[in-house]
């Protein structure tokens, strides 16, 4: 079992930044791949990136070149979501999700909250224009 607990939500001004953490804790030792989805009210829960357990990142077409996905490297304990630039649009509940092993995403595919069996709480971003 695996444990998240998101920080660093808030509310910022367009154009600003806001950094997201996902502390994990349990039984994080097994190589897992970790991501940030985002959901607005009444939407859908919309994956934002993937940070694989190899290293390998994607992003939705919407945030690249905006945000940044990465992850403390020695235990899979901490997550980050760097977010800059922000836009009205991504104001929303952040979502931690991680699940043990490797989703390959280096070979392409789609991916969605089904692949995720790990979720934390959620943090609020709040974009102002």
């Known amino acids: 079992q695996v444990r998240l607990e998101e920080s660093g939500g808030g509310s910022v001004q367009a154009g600003g930044s806001l950094r997201l953490s996902c502390a994990a804790s349990?039984?994080?030792?097994?190589?897992?791949?970790m991501a940030w989805f985002r959901q607005s009210s009444g939407e859908e829960r919309d994956l934002v990136a993937i940070i694989d357990s190899d290293g390998s990142t994607l992003y939705n077409d919407s945030v690249k070149g905006r945000f940044t996905i990465s992850k403390d490297n020695t235990d899979n304990t901490l997550l980050y979501l760097q977010m800059n630039s922000l836009k009205v649009e991504d104001a929303a509940m952040y979502y931690c999700?991680?699940?043990?092993?490797?989703?390959?995403?280096?070979?392409?595919?789609?991916?969605?909250?089904?692949?995720?069996?790990?979720w934390g709480q959620g943090t609020r971003v709040t974009v102002s224009s």
């Open positions: 349990g039984h994080t030792t097994i190589i897992m791949s």
């Open positions: 999700a991680a699940e043990y092993g490797s989703l390959g995403i280096r070979y392409g595919g789609t991916w969605s909250r089904q692949d995720f069996n790990y």
